[in-house]
Structures are given as C-alpha cells and as structure tokens.
C-alpha cells in the first residue's frame, strides 16, 4: 500500500492523526505530514479509517485501497424521488 | 407501472415542505420525523424557506458529503442562492463563509493551536477544571442547574485560555452569544450583541498589537501588524473562534449528559470503564446521535452540479442536515439507537470539506475529559425534574438545553 498526502488541501482537521498516528503526524501549524509512506498490512484498517474520515480528500491511497474505502461508505444508487 | 408496486406514490401535490420542522415532544433526541420521511423518500427534495425560497434539502450521509466536499457550492451568504436562515442573516462571521482561497488564507492562520499534540498538551489544565467544578458542585446542595455550573464554564474557560480572553467577562460574552443564536432575534438584537462582542474583541487585538504575549489572539494581532489582516477581519476572525468554541460545547456536555441520564445503561458503561477507548467512542456517538449544530450546513451552487438523478443548478441553494445524515440506515445500523460501543467516527456532527470544523480536536478532547470524568466522580447524579420540563433549544441555531436541574 502506498499512501499519498497533497498538503495544499489538507485543512488540519487532525482526524488522520487520530485514526492512523503511526502514519500520520501534524507540523507546526497543523498541516498533516506522512510519517510512513508505505505502511505495512498491520495498518491498513488505520489508512482505511484516515481516508474515509479526511474532510478534504487530500490523502490519496493506491487505487485497490481507495475502492475498498468507498464501498465501506456505501454508496447508494440514485433512484426517482419516491425510490425507497 | 412498475412503479406503484414498489410502494405507495407520494402524493401528486405541487406542496413543498416548510423548513426546519419541528422535533415531536416526545422525542427530543431524535431529528423531526417528517426529515426522517423525506429521507426514506429520497437524497435529494426541495424545501421551502421563511422568505418563500425553495432551497434543496440534502436528506442521505452520502450525498451530504459529495456535496460538502465539492469546490462548486459556496458558503458566502452573499452568493445568489444562498439559503438565508432568518430574515435577520446572522451577518457573516469570518472564514466559516467565506470561499477558498480566502478561507483557506484565514484558517490556516488559526489552526496551529487546534493540531493534535497542542490540544493534548492541555489535557492536564482541562482535566483540572473540571476537577475544580466538580469539587464545586459537591460541596454545595443539590439541585444545581448543570448548564451554570458546569456545562457553560468549561468550554469557556478553556477557550478564553486558547485566545487570551479574560475569564472575568464571560457574562459578556455568554448572553451576547445567546442573543446572537436565538431564531428569534430581531436583526437590531443580533447586530447589537455581534457589536458589543465585536468591540470588546477589537480591543483586546489592538492591546496585544502593542504588547504581544503567548496566545491565539496574539497571533492574530501579529497578522495585522504583518498587513495580512485588517484590523476589522482579526475581530471577526476572534469573534468566530469564542462563539464557536464556547456555545457548540457546552451544549454537548449538558444534552450528552441528559441523553446518558435517560439510557442508563450506556451510562454504565461509561461510568464503568477505565479505558479511553471506550470514553472516546462515547464522545464520537454523543456527536453523532446528538447533532447540536442541527440548523443545517447552508451552501449555494456555483456552477452545475449533477448528483443522485438531479440536477443542482448554479444559483439554487443547499440545506445539508446533520442530524440525518448521521442517522442514514444505510450507514449506521439502527440510526436512532444510542450505542456507545458502536464505530461512529465517519459522522458529520462536524460537517465535512473544507469547512469541517477547526475546533474538533479541542471538542473532542474536552467532551472525553467530561464525560470520562463527572459519572465516575458524581455516580448518583440524576435529573431533578421531570423530562417534561426540560427547556429544550428548539428555538436556536445550536441545540441543546436551556437549564438541565440535578441533584445527586
Ligand atoms: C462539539 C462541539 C462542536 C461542534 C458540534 C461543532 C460543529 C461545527 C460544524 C458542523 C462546522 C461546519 C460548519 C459548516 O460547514 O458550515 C463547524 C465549523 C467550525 N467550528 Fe466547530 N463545532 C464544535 C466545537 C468547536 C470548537 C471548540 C471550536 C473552537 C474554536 C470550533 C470552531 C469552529 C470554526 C472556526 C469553524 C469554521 C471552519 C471553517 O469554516 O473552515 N468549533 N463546527
Ligand atoms: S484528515 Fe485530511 S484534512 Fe485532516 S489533517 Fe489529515 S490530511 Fe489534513
């Protein structure tokens, strides 16, 4: 697994910290830093949990990763008004 | 049609529903039915304001984050569309309406005292004022009001810390804050009391402008004298940082305190235990079931947006509601259940995208030193009245409760 931050989205919300702090960490001025670029299997529920909680998407996981992420969420398909 | 076997066809009616509505009595917990209906109908339904505007109402927990996560909506009020929430505006308040990349500019002038390892950093002062407010309440006769006593001071004290407020004003800075998230306040009330807050505020910048000292509202300062900040935007941006750090926590503390009271069991559990993982799952499903900022996240569409078969167009407002979207079926299982034991960190009690809330880590840190500490120190504590007469925030952006009486 391969773990990539763009620094210039994140909004220090710290909630990666709080779910993978082996791989994340914050500087100064709470901007996330990557401790860990390629975390062992160990971690992986952690990057999971970090990148489905990033309120601004800027931790991007290799593309196997990502899909598993996104169908944790749950994503609903769209359905006319009265689809139930 | 295929259609009709599925299930019952709403009414073929042209009448959009009223929003916000209203919670049932009977449930003060729980989100107003009648969102709860339209959620189960579908993720997206239009609504209609107090001033006649049919904004779009996001009912499901994925869409609310699409939406909140997409660069397309803005939360200036000034952007046409922009879902207004009392005829009185409220007045923009800093970064938190404004659009990147001025947003990001001011946030990230504020966030360094809000990363992780300063927010733990000051566990120790945390933990010690609500030691000292605990001692304080035993040593005194029941019944107490737990807002006054207990639920106000803490989140105030720490926040005036963090900036470099003088405690001394918090009545202050308490009622005016009151006035300013009361559905009900005229614009001259509201504007008055963001003015006396405002005034006080520009004062203590333009002291620390002269004599900096190791504080929030310091740093702030040192952007104006930098020329990054006006004089006028380090007060909004102060403004925004006491009024969000006090008002959103304390209402935490007491209606998380009334939700533990009335499913004693899960006050067990967290009386009971000795492990912080369990106090901050606790404080992630009291976010998560409790939904205090439950006036909605409002946005306007700058540019088309396609999502869920609808199409959001530029100039149409948006009503995103945490308190369903943190109640969708489809990602917590039995939504309207308060379980502390369950994983409810992906909830949006704190919004989501760029927004999403500054303060989170400092909430979180005090909500688990509170509630990890007040039913181990006070086990007996109980309401002193009955639900019935609990006065419930029905009437202000932020929910909570007006007095919570106990005794022990
Ligand atoms: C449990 C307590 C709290 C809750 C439920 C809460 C909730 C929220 C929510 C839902 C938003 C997003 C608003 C939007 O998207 O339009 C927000 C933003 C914000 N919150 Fe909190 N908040 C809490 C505590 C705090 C504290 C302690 C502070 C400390 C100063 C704070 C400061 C802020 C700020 C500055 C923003 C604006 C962020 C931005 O626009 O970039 N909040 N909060
Ligand atoms: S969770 Fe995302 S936005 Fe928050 S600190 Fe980490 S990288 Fe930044």
């Known amino acids: ?84 | 049609m295929a259609d009709t076997l599925a299930g019952p066809v709403p009414e073929a009616t042209d009448t959009v529903p009223e929003f916000p509505m209203s919670r049932e009595a009977r449930c003060p917990f729980d989100p107003p039915p009648a969102l709860k209906d339209l959620q189960a109908e579908a993720p997206l339904t239009k609504v209609r304001l107090w001033d006649g505007s049919e904004p779009w109402l996001v009912t499901r927990y994925t869409e609310q984050r699409a939406i909140l996560g997409d660069a397309r909506v803005s939360a200036d009020i000034d952007t046409p569309g922009y879902p207004n929430k009392a005829a009185s505006g409220g007045g923009k308040l800093s970064f938190i309406m404004m659009d990147d990349p001025e947003h990001a500019r001011l946030r990230r002038m504020a966030t360094a005292p809000f990363a992780i390892k300063r927010v733990e950093a000051m566990r120790p002062t945390v933990q010690k004022i609500v030691d000292d407010l605990i001692d304080d309440l035993l040593a005194g006769p029941g019944p107490v009001d737990l807002v006054d006593a207990f639920a106000l001071p803490i989140p105030s004290l720490v926040i005036c810390e963090l900036l470099g407020v003088p405690y001394d004003d918090h009545a202050m800075f308490q009622d005016n804050t009151k006035t300013m998230v009361r559905t009900t306040s005229t614009t001259e009330e509201r504007n008055a009391a963001t003015r006396v807050i405002g005034g006080y505020l520009g004062g203590l910048i333009g002291q620390r402008l002269a004599e900096p000292q190791d504080d929030l509202l310091s740093s702030i300062a040192g952007r104006v004298a930098a020329g990054e900040l006006t004089h006028g935007q380090a007060t909004e941006m102060a403004l925004l940082l006491l009024f969000a750090g006090h008002e959103t926590t304390a209402n935490m503390i007491a209606l998380g305190t009334l939700a533990l009271l009335q499913n004693p069991d899960q006050l067990a559990l967290l009386r009971e235990t000795d492990d912080p993982k369990v106090v901050a799952s606790a404080v992630e499903e009291l976010l998560r079931y409790l939904n205090i900022a439950h006036e909605g996240k409002r946005r306007a569409v700058t540019e088309d947006i396609e999502i869920a078969g609808q199409v959001l167009k530029a100039g149409d407002g948006v009503i995103l509601v945490n308190e369903i979207a943190n109640r969708d079926p489809e990602v917590f299982a039995d939504p309207d259940k308060l379980d502390i034991t369950r994983d409810a960190r992906r909830h949006v009690a704190f919004g989501f995208g760029i927004h999403q809330c500054l303060g989170q880590p400092l909430a979180r840190m005090e909500l688990q030193v509170v509630y990890g500490t007040l039913y181990k120190r006070i086990p007996t504590l109980k309401l002193a009245c009955a639900l019935e007469d609990v006065k419930f925030k029905h009437d202000a952006f932020i929910y909570g409760v007006h007095g919570l009486p106990v005794t022990w």
């Open chain 1, 1 to 84: 697994m391969k773990v990539e931050l763009e620094a210039d989205k994140c909004v220090a919300s710290g909630q990666c910290v709080l779910a993978a702090m082996d791989v994340f960490d914050q500087d100064d001025d709470g901007i996330a830093i990557l401790l860990e670029e390629k975390p062992g299997p160990e971690l992986l529920d952690d990057v999971k949990e970090a990148i489905a909680v990033c309120a601004a998407r800027p931790v991007r996981p290799a593309a196997a990763l990502q899909a598993a992420a996104v169908q944790r969420v749950g994503a609903r398909p769209a359905g006319p008004a009265h689809h139930v």
